[in-house]
T-cell receptor, first 112, second 113 residues
């Protein structure tokens, strides 16, 4: 039972363009969502989060959008840089239990 | 650098053995979480401790146990190891049990031969 889904295993974009990573969830109890970036052999690095009371949160080049009715969130990276190439994980948590439930990840490749 | 440290970085052992993984949370963080990342299962929550007490359990096997000490560092004990236990084990910490953002350590790569 995969409660957090990242349906695109990989995404390739050109440097300077927008990268859009998508995530869907099924558990309506989730009320806090996070994006992590991960390089091989390293731990996940926190990027940005959003609470269910908001529909958008922005931090520099990173913006996360939340559509609660569709149970969908997306991470926009503008402009994309080669250093952004990594695996991006979407994660969700519920107020009743603060464990994180992760998607399987999307490998982003930004080409120079 | 997240401020969360984990040792050892790599561990190679044999089936049937027991190992201990160690985690030190960020300064001031009271909550520690353990996750397992395997090739087929992705990142899976194992267990959470808050200020020395167990708070939540996930898909943790009975052969695995954890504890959090008064200085807030945590240890994950894996016993009767099987080949399938080979994985990356991550520790994360947050300010409090209600802290929604978790910061991850670099992980311990366990290989069971």
């Amino acid at each position: 039972d995969q409660q957090v889904k990242q349906n695109s295993p990989s995404l390739s974009v050109q440097e300077g363009r927008i990268s859009i990573l998508n995530c869907d969830y099924t558990n309506s109890m989730f009320d806090y969502f996070l994006w992590y970036k991960k390089y091989p052999a390293e731990g996940p690095t926190f990027l940005i989060s959003i609470s269910s009371i908001k529909d958008k949160n922005e931090d520099g080049r990173f913006t996360v959008f939340l559509n609660k009715s569709a149970k969908h969130l997306s991470l926009h990276i503008v402009p994309s840089q080669p250093g952004d190439s990594a695996v991006y994980f979407c994660a969700a948590s519920a107020r009743s239990n603060y464990k994180l439930t992760f998607g399987k990840g999307t490998l982003l490749t930004v080409n120079p | 650098d997240s401020g969360v440290t984990q040792t050892p970085k790599h561990l190679i052992t044999a089936t049937g053995q027991r190992v201990t993984l160690r985690c030190s949370p960020r300064s001031g963080d009271l909550s520690v979480y353990w996750y397992q990342q395997s090739l087929d299962q992705g990142l899976q929550f194992l267990i959470q401790y808050y200020n020395g007490e167990e708070r939540a359990k996930g898909n943790i096997l009975e052969r695995f146990s954890a504890q959090q000490f008064p200085d807030l560092h945590s240890e994950l004990n894996l016993s009767s190891l099987e080949l399938g236990d080979s994985a990356l084990y991550f520790c994360a910490s947050s300010v409090e049990t209600g802290g929604r953002t978790q910061y991850f350590g670099p992980g311990t790569r366990l290989l069971v031969l």
